[in-house]
Structure formats: C-alpha cells, structure tokens
C-alpha cells in the first residue's frame, strides 16, 4: 500500500510538472491519465530526475505565468548558499534567494540575473523606503544587457492565506518599480509566524512578464 500510495505521488508530481510544457491544464481529479501519457515527449533523463525528486519527497512550489497561461508544479532540486533551483519536466528552472526570484532557465528569452541586495532588506524588514534592483536578461544576440529599476516598497499590512483549507496569517509586502521603459508590482506574502515567502507574484521580464508562485507548505 506504502508502494502504491509513493508511486502515485510521484506520478502526480510527474504530471503536475508537464503543465508547465503545454498551454493549459487542468486539476480535475476525474482526469486520470495513465504513466505513459503523463510522460510522453519528456526526455528519460528528465522525467527520471523528476520522479526521483518526487520520490524524496523534495518541496514542491505551485507557478504560473500570467501572460501565456503556463502553471504547474515545480521541484527543488538544489539549496546551495541560500540560492534555491527549481526544476519542471522540461528541464527549464528557477532560482530564488528567500523564495524572491534571481534567474530565469529554459522558458525563452531568459532573466540570467537579478542584483536584488536592497530589495531583499526592505522586503524582509517589512521596511518601507526606496531600492534599486537590477535585472540582466539575455538578447536575441546572445548578448547580455543590464537594466536598471527604481523600486518603492510598502508594507500593506496583514493578510490570511488559505492552503489547503487551512488559514495561514501572513504580511503582504508591495514593491512597485520602474524604469524610461518599464513598471511592474511584485507583491510578497511572508508568513508571520517565521517571515518566510509563501506566495508571490513577480516580474520576470517583457518576455515572459509576471509569474506568481506558491510554495505547498503545511499551515
């Protein structure tokens, strides 16, 4: 039964991570798809890493892109100096320092960078106050091209969550940035109890636009 109940964890997971390679999906429960169709077009290596991932039990973190409709689960895959990697079937990732995202991998023109020092204090502080945050992101030359962001940061104050049916009271922290070219709102749910980023939305860039994450925490 312990087997049974492990393999359909993994499977699920497996799953869950192929949504981020198609347009939409769905979490019909009533939708069963058989090992075969979940893993269709993923390469071995992939679907092997994930199931293993998946298998120990590795933290799980719901996403979404806005602007395309992409969602799913993604895995954590490594924690090295503070610095989190996120895998999807696909191979593509994300990395977060605190859960704030830092890079971007295999999801189109990429974000290789963020210099986020003054951001990252404020946000964590619940300090109030200007930051400037830097973003590189990689052209179409395959060229490297550093933009620079005017941020202002507010705390709104207190906010419950509900995962999984449970309440979770948080402090929702807003950072609004511009440049000549751009603006977006990043906003952040730090859980009251240890401060740490439960949910989020976040700017990733003109290509891929906002992405919002949740990680799959027990209240």
């Known amino acids: 039964m312990m087997i049974a109940r492990r393999l359909h964890l993994v499977t699920s997971a497996i799953a869950a991570l192929a949504c981020l390679s198609t347009a939409a999906c769905t979490n019909d429960e009533r939708e069963v798809l058989t090992a075969e169709q979940l893993t269709r077009g993923l390469s071995d290596q992939t679907t092997a890493r994930a199931a293993m991932l998946a298998n120990a039990g590795a933290e799980q973190m719901q996403v979404r892109f806005l602007k395309t409709g992409r969602s799913g689960v993604m895995l954590q895959e490594t924690r090295r100096a503070g610095l989190v990697t996120w895998l999807s079937s696909d191979g593509a990732s994300l ?24 951001s990252r204090g404020r946000i964590f502080a619940h300090a109030e106050g200007p930051a400037e945050r830097f973003h590189s992101y990689l052209t ?20 419950t969550l509900t ?5 979770i009271a948080t402090r929702l922290i807003a950072e609004s940035c511009i440049n000549p070219d751009q603006s977006f709102l990043n906003l952040y749910w730090l859980r009251a109890t240890d401060n740490r980023l439960i949910q989020s939305r976040q700017w990733t860039g003109p290509y891929l636009g906002t992405v ?3 990680l799959q925490v027990t209240p």
């Open 95 to 118: 990395q977060t320092d605190k859960g704030l995202l830092r890079a971007t991998r295999g999801f189109g023109a990429g974000l290789m960078a963020v210099d986020l020092k003054q």
């Open 140 to 159: 179409g030359n395959d060229e490297t091209e550093t933009r620079t962001y005017h941020c202002d940061i507010r705390d709104r104050g207190n906010r």
């Open 163 to 167: 995962v999984a049916g449970q309440e």
């Open 212 to 214: 919002t994450t949740r």
